[in-house]
């Protein structure tokens, strides 16, 4: 094993110039927090899938941290439409909002 592939293993990688770091920052860079930290992972677990692992049981496993990473962002984006976040503009208007 080179001491490049000790620093990024190749299943990091998705082509010769561009590694898996670079792509998650230009594919989440307009996400934020746990919503970034989640679809990240996703990506991350696609572009290793097989090469890691490469046996049916190393794929499942993989296949299950994808599908756990998406529900969890599934779960997220639903707290958000429940409860959306109320901006300080918002709270003018608001009768139970006090200021001291």
Same mark, same amino acid.
């Given at each position: #094993?080179?001491?490049?592939?000790?620093?990024?293993? *190749? /299943?990091?990688?998705? +082509?010769?110039? @561009?590694?898996?770091?670079?792509? $998650?920052?230009? $594919?989440? *860079? &307009? @996400?934020?927090?746990?919503?970034?930290?989640?679809?990240?992972?996703?990506?991350?677990?696609?572009?290793? /899938?097989? !090469?890691?692992?490469?046996?049916?049981?190393? !794929?499942?496993? +993989? @296949? &299950?941290? #994808?599908?756990?990473?998406?529900?969890? +962002? !599934?779960?997220?984006?639903? *707290?958000?439409? *429940?409860?959306?976040?109320? #901006?300080?503009?918002?709270?003018?208007? &608001?009768? @139970?909002?006090?200021?001291?």
């Amino acid at each position: #094993m080179e001491a490049e592939d000790l620093i990024l293993p *190749k /299943y990091y990688r998705v +082509t010769d110039g @561009l590694e898996l770091q670079d792509l $998650l920052a230009l $594919l989440t *860079k &307009d @996400l934020s927090g746990v919503e970034a930290v989640n679809i990240g992972s996703v990506i991350k677990y696609i572009i290793r /899938y097989g !090469k890691k692992h490469p046996t049916p049981q190393g !794929k499942i496993e +993989t @296949l &299950d941290k #994808m599908i756990n990473y998406l529900v969890l +962002t !599934k779960i997220q984006v639903e *707290k958000e439409i *429940k409860s959306p976040a109320v #901006m300080p503009s918002e709270w003018e208007d &608001d009768p @139970l909002h006090d200021e001291d």
